[in-house]
Structure formats: structure tokens, C-alpha cells
């Protein structure tokens, strides 16, 4: 299992951006989609995540109605996750990961295994 994500950079508050997860050698529809956030000196968190089987998803109360999780429905290889109404407390680095479908959405870090690297979101006020 093999994550890569991407698609961050550097916005003003009040902008968008969208991060991007892609899958190699396995595609979503068997797993739990997580997108996390890490800024500095804090503990990772759970921003939002989908069940890749049925598309039903959760998102933390900090970024609802603001992010958006989905997924490519032809390949299922990749998962979005786009912001818009970015805020400086958003600024930080950004993960995906992946847990069984059968464990369902977690917040939490430690219930996933596998990780991808990180994309950096900075916002200035």
C-alpha cells in the first residue's frame, strides 16, 4: 500500500486549495480514507475521512461545511480533499492514510497503518 499525496501551497485566508491522495497497486473502494493534519508543536488530528466502499463520510467539527472529502468514482485511486474558506489555523502539514474497511471512520492517528508523505498548507492572514 502505497499513498502519495500532494496539491499543497502557500494562500491567503479566505482561499482554496485541493489535496489530492493517490493510491498505488490498490485502489480505495477496499479501505478508510483519512485526511489528518499536523501543525507545529501540536498533535496530528483527524480532519476528515470516507468509507471507500460507500462514500459516506465524516469530517472534524473545525472544518465542516468548509472541506470537502470525495473521491475519483471511475478508477477509485485517488481522494480529494478540498478546503475553501481557508483560515491561518488551517496552516499545517497534511497526510492521508488508509485503515480496513471493516473498522470504519477514526479520528484518531494510531487506528491507521498506512501513511503517505505530507503536503504543507500555509495560510496567511
Known amino acids: 500500500v502505497q499513498l502519495q499525496a500532494s496539491g499543497g501551497g502557500s494562500v491567503q485566508a479566505g482561499g482554496s486549495l485541493r489535496l489530492s491522495c493517490v493510491a498505488s497497486?490498490?485502489?480505495?473502494?477496499?479501505?478508510?480514507i483519512g485526511w489528518f493534519r499536523q501543525a507545529p508543536g501540536k498533535e496530528r488530528e483527524g480532519v476528515s475521512c470516507m468509507d471507500g466502499y460507500d462514500g459516506r463520510t465524516v469530517y472534524a467539527d473545525s472544518v465542516k461545511g468548509r472541506f470537502t472529502i470525495s473521491r475519483d468514482n471511475a478508477a477509485k485511486t485517488t481522494v480529494y480533499l478540498r478546503m475553501n474558506s481557508l483560515k491561518p489555523e488551517d496552516t499545517a502539514v497534511y497526510y492521508c492514510?488508509?485503515?480496513?474497511?471493516?473498522?470504519?471512520?477514526?479520528?484518531?492517528?494510531?487506528?491507521?497503518?498506512?501513511w503517505g508523505q505530507g503536503t504543507q498548507v500555509t495560510v496567511s492572514s
Open positions: 497497486g490498490f485502489n480505495f473502494e477496499q479501505y478508510i
Open positions: 492514510a488508509t485503515r480496513r474497511l471493516s473498522a470504519g471512520c477514526s479520528g484518531y492517528p494510531g487506528d491507521y497503518g498506512s
